[in-house]
Every structure is written in C-alpha cells, then in structure tokens.
C-alpha cells in the first residue's frame, strides 16, 4: 500500500503564503499524478491542482494565479504553494496519488488523512 502523509498546514494571515508538503511511502512502483483538493466546511471535496509525471499541471479556476503545484518525483514528493491567500482558501487539504504499488496489479488512488489550513485575521 501507499501511504501519504502532508505537512505545512497551519493558521496564516489574510495575503500571507503557506507551503504543503505530501510525501508519500510504502510498496510503490511508480505514481503517476498527483494533486491537492481541499474540503470546507459545507461544502464539496473539490480539485485545488493537479501534476502529472511529466510536470503537466491544472488548477482549480479559485487558485489560478496564486497557488503553484509541483513534485519531486525521485522523492515522491508533491508540494502546494500558496499565495495571497484568503479565507475562503480555509479548508482541510488532502494529498492525492495515483500510483502502482509493488504487491499488487493496477492503479489506484491514495489519500492523506488531510492538513487544516486557516486563513484569518
């Protein structure tokens, strides 16, 4: 299995930045995308970016311009910039990975248990 594990969240000022970072471990063999979404209270899971293998990337239309999504792939690392950040950027933020482990066929899709990001005076 794979395991995903984020840091970086916290509380942060209105136009302040905050960098997550998501590291994932276990049987892998390789991952192919992976993301960042992000839930609010009453509201849906939604898609906050997104980064391929390759380095392709696609952002929520509400972060374009402010976030920046990037990985390290011998590192299994993904990270999320974020800047000028507002409070209606506060949600829990859950890493997401595609990937192939080593136990077992096909691809699957792997969650973070989250990080609590609160923007706020």
């Known amino acids: 299995q794979v395991q995903l594990v984020e840091s970086g969240g916290g509380l942060v000022q209105p136009g302040g ?3 997550l ?11 192919n ?3 960042w979404y992000r839930q609010a209270p009453g509201k849906q899971r ?7 293998s390759g380095g392709s990337t696609n952002y929520a239309d509400s972060v374009k311009g402010r976030f920046t999504i990037s990985r390290d ?3 299994n690392t993904v ?3 974020m800047n000028s950040l507002k409070p209606e ?3 829990v933020y ?3 990975a595609e990937a192939v482990t080593t136990t077992r066929p096909g691809e699957y899709d792997y969650w973070g248990q989250g990080t609590q990001v609160t923007v706020s005076s």
């Open 21 to 31: 970072s998501c590291a994932a471990s276990g049987s892998i063999f390789s991952i």
């Open 79 to 81: 990270y999320l910039q």
């Open 46 to 52: 939604e898609l906050v970016a997104a980064i391929t």
């Open 33 to 35: 995308a992976m993301g």
């Open 89 to 91: 950027d506060t949600a």
């Open 73 to 75: 792939n011998a590192k």
């Open 94 to 96: 859950y890493c997401n």
């Open 17 to 19: 930045s905050l960098r």
